[in-house]
C-alpha cells in the first residue's frame, strides 16, 4: 500500500485515488460483448421476454461486480447456481449456453462449455458406484456450467434404497464448497423441482436465481413453425396454416407436448405427408409443388381424427 509521511501523519493514497476515481460502465460493457450475446438469445428464441430480463439483470449484476472488484469494492460473489422451471422444448439448453458464454466473458468461469447430464448419468445400481460417476462428471464440468436436466429425479422417496440422495450429498457439497469453479443449473417440470426443493431445503439455499419458462401461446408457436419451414424451404398454404393453427390449439391440450419441440415434430411429420402424396399423384412436379405444405398434409393427423397425438410418446 502507498502511504506518504508527513510529521507522524500517514495519508493512504492508494485509497484516495479509488475514492476519486471513475469507470465508464458503458465502455466496460460494449467490452465485454455481452449485448452479442442478448441479442444472438433475442434471435435464437421466441418470446420468454421474462427469462431474457432475467438474463439481462443477471448480466448486469455481474457486470457490475467485476466493475466494483477492480475498484476493491467486495460484497462477496454472488450466488450463481441456477434453476430453470418448465415444460420441455421451452429452450433451457440454448439459455444455458448463452449464460455460460456470458459468465466466461466476465470471467466467473474458466471454460465457455455446458456439461448436460440426467439421472443416469449421476447414478449408479450398486453400493459405491454413484460417488464416483458423480464425482467423475463433476470433474468433467469444472471450470464451467453442469447443466442437470430433470433434475428432480434425482429424489425418488418412494423408491427405498434408492441412490439419489447419495448424488444429491455430492453436488450440494461441491455446489458449496467450489462455487467459484463450478455453476450448477437444475432444470425440469416446475411442479416437480418445487417438491424436489421442499424435500431438499440444503439444495434449494444454495441456489441464486430461479426462472421460469413459461408455455408458449399458439401465436408464438405459429411464428417458431414458421421460421423452421423457412429455413427448411417449405411453405404452409393459406388453408395449412389455418390448419396448423387449429392442430396446436388442439395439440397444446394433449399428453407430452413439448412446445417448440413438438412444432418440429409436427412438421416433420407433415413434411412426410407431403412426400407421400406427391409421390401417389405420379406427375411433373413444380418447385412449389415441393415447397408447399397443404391442409391435408396436416387434417390426417391423429389429433384431428381420433383426438391424441400422432405419437404418443412424443417429447
Known amino acids: 500500500m502507498s502511504k506518504q509521511i508527513l510529521g507522524t501523519k500517514a495519508i493512504d493514497t492508494t485509497s484516495t485515488v479509488l475514492e476519486n476515481s471513475t469507470v465508464d460502465l458503458e465502455a466496460a460493457y460494449r467490452d465485454s460483448q455481452i449485448q452479442e450475446i442478448l441479442d444472438s438469445l433475442d434471435q435464437e428464441l421466441v418470446g420468454l421476454k421474462s427469462v431474457k430480463n432475467k438474463i439481462k439483470e443477471m448480466a448486469a449484476l455481474?457486470?457490475?461486480?467485476?466493475?466494483?472488484?477492480?475498484?476493491?469494492?467486495?460484497?462477496?460473489?454472488?450466488?450463481?447456481?441456477?434453476?430453470?422451471?418448465?415444460?420441455?422444448?421451452m429452450g433451457k439448453t440454448t439459455?444455458?449456453?448463452?449464460?455460460?458464454?456470458?459468465?466466461?466473458?466476465?470471467g466467473y468461469i474458466r471454460k465457455e462449455n455446458v456439461m448436460l447430464v440426467m439421472r443416469d448419468d449421476l447414478?449408479?445400481?450398486?453400493?459405491?458406484?454413484?460417488?464416483?460417476?458423480?464425482?467423475?462428471?463433476?470433474?468433467?464440468?469444472m471450470g464451467g456450467v453442469l447443466?442437470?436436466?430433470?433434475?428432480?429425479?434425482l429424489f425418488r422417496p418412494d423408491h427405498p434404497g434408492d441412490f439419489g440422495l447419495e448424488a444429491i450429498e455430492i453436488l450440494m457439497q461441491v455446489m458449496e464448497n467450489q462455487r467459484d469453479?463450478?455453476?450448477?443449473?437444475?432444470?425440469g417440470y416446475k411442479e416437480q423441482m418445487e417438491r424436489f426443493f421442499h424435500s431438499n431445503p440444503g439444495m434449494n439455499s444454495r441456489i441464486g436465481l430461479h426462472i421460469e419458462f413459461n408455455d408458449y401461446g399458439v401465436d408464438n408457436?405459429?411464428?417458431?413453425?414458421?421460421?423452421?419451414?423457412?429455413?427448411?424451404?417449405?411453405?404452409?398454404?393459406?388453408?395449412a396454416e389455418k390448419a396448423f393453427r387449429e392442430y396446436l390449439i388442439r395439440r397444446r391440450t394433449m399428453p407430452h407436448f413439448a412446445n417448440a419441440r413438438s412444432v418440429r415434430n409436427a412438421i416433420d411429420r407433415a413434411r412426410l405427408r407431403q412426400a407421400n402424396r406427391l409421390l401417389s399423384k405420379g406427375k411433373s412436379l413444380t418447385k412449389q409443388d415441393l415447397i408447399t405444405i397443404e391442409a391435408e398434409d396436416i387434417l390426417s393427423s391423429r389429433v384431428f381424427r381420433e383426438g391424441v397425438p400422432d405419437c404418443e410418446t412424443e417429447s
Open 123 to 141: 447414478i449408479g445400481h450398486g453400493m459405491g458406484e454413484t460417488a464416483s460417476k458423480t464425482r467423475e462428471v463433476l470433474n468433467n464440468a
Open 95 to 106: 439459455v444455458a449456453m448463452r449464460m455460460a458464454e456470458i459468465l466466461y466473458r466476465l
Open 147 to 153: 447443466l442437470i436436466d430433470e433434475a428432480y429425479t
Open 181 to 187: 469453479d463450478l455453476v450448477v443449473i437444475l432444470a
Open 221 to 239: 408457436l405459429m411464428t417458431i413453425a414458421q421460421s423452421i419451414l423457412k429455413s427448411q424451404h417449405y411453405s404452409f398454404s393459406p388453408d
Open 62 to 89: 455481474l457486470l457490475v461486480d467485476r466493475v466494483r472488484k477492480s475498484l476493491g469494492l467486495t460484497a462477496g460473489a454472488p450466488t450463481l447456481h441456477m434453476t430453470f422451471l418448465g415444460n420441455p422444448g
